[in-house]
């Protein structure tokens, strides 16, 4: 991978790139390039930012009274969690394993998370691949697309 698009990437403002923006840009890379910039600062970066989105792309009207923890477990140079947890139309975030059960988990890789969060990988295609496992209710999972605002790529 070129160096200028790491050191672009590293000066990039995440907190102003929108979730269109943000898809253009997943969208562009390889899932080489996804690995290669997946390590150190810049992913913790990037995860809190997606994570952080999370909690404003929501879409309560979707939701209704749905109640659900689920977990996110991103593998990787080292894996990361995150849950979130959707109830009574408001939804948080929080990084690491609450003391809640999850009603579902999902577990990808770098590459396969930023490709399902930015719009650009299908989501049941990727289960049906193996690309992300999941466990737990898989009603929820096939569903998930309503309950957030994920950019049209």
Known sequence: MARDVRSLLA???FASVTPEEFARIVKGL??????ELARGELRDRVLGEIFGRMERQFRPEEAGELR???RWRITGEREAVYETTLAAGVCTVR??????EPRLTLRMGDAEFLRLVSGNGNPVTMVITRKIKVSGDLGLAANMNRYFDIPKV
């Open 30 to 35: 390889s899932t080489r390039e996804i690995t």
């Open 68 to 70: 659900a923890v689920i």
């Open 11 to 13: 000066e990039l403002d």
């Open 95 to 100: 990084e690491g394993t609450g003391p809640a």
